[in-house]
């Protein structure tokens, strides 16, 4: 997508934590967000942050957002082989602008 | 479950003929969206309605691509003359904003895989 990127892949072993980072070249957006796709399925919201907040954690999963850096991060603790799934960072801009997505692989 | 729906699932079809999808938002959504994802891609914009106002088309909706949204119910996009290059996955979301626009938080359908041949 449009400047925003992400790495392409990660792989993990089960238990581990996963972090997956995304980096933006416009600050404009008030909020950013963490998508989720499953083979053959659409894309799930998973979290979102507000841009004035530095930190949200929702269960396993912690967003860090820099932005000075314009670089924002999920990092999802003791990771299972279910997460095992297409990660999409998104900014809004009037509509959801995606990165390209990082494929996690969870390994047993 | 009152998701967002798509139809059909795959479509195959040949270079040059017309193909017209479906996407039925979440009831109480005012926004829709149409993307399109290819492999190794993140979803990339297409279009958008609030209700039946279509608000933004990108530069990628050729004039071979139209999307309408007549009751500000249901959608089709329906893409003329097919090419080889319209191969993908179409992905429908719908949205109702919370705390004014800017927060767009989309639920998307599980998308018709068009394959042109």
């Known amino acids: 997508g449009e400047d925003v990127e992400q790495s392409l892949f990660l792989s993990v072993r089960e238990g581990d934590s996963s972090v997956i980072n995304c980096t933006y070249t416009d600050s404009s957006s008030t909020y950013l967000y963490w998508y989720k796709q499953e083979p053959g399925a659409g894309l799930q919201l998973l979290t979102y942050?507000?841009?004035?907040?530095d930190m949200k954690q929702d269960q396993r999963l912690t967003v860090l957002l820099n932005k000075k850096d314009k670089h924002l991060s999920l990092r999802i603790a003791d990771t299972q082989t279910g997460d095992s799934a297409i990660y999409f960072c998104?900014?809004?801009?009037?509509?959801?602008?995606f990165g390209q997505g990082t494929e996690l692989s969870v390994k047993p | 479950d009152t998701g967002v729906s798509q139809d059909p699932r795959h479509k195959i079809t040949k270079r040059g003929q017309n193909v017209t999808f479906r996407c039925d938002p979440i009831s109480e959504h005012n926004r829709l969206y149409w993307y399109r994802q290819t492999l190794g891609q993140g979803p990339e914009f297409l279009t958008y309605f609030q209700n039946e106002a279509q608000l933004e088309k990108s530069r990628l909706l050729s004039d071979r691509f139209s999307a309408e949204r007549p009751k500000g119910s249901f959608s089709t996009l329906e893409i003329q003359r097919t090419e080889q290059g319209d191969s993908a996955m179409y992905l429908c979301a719908s949205s109702s904003p919370e705390r004014g626009p800017t927060n767009e938080k989309l639920f998307f359908g599980s998308g018709t895989q068009l394959s042109v041949l």
């Open positions: 942050i507000f841009s004035n907040m």
């Open positions: 998104a900014k809004t801009g009037g509509k959801l602008i």
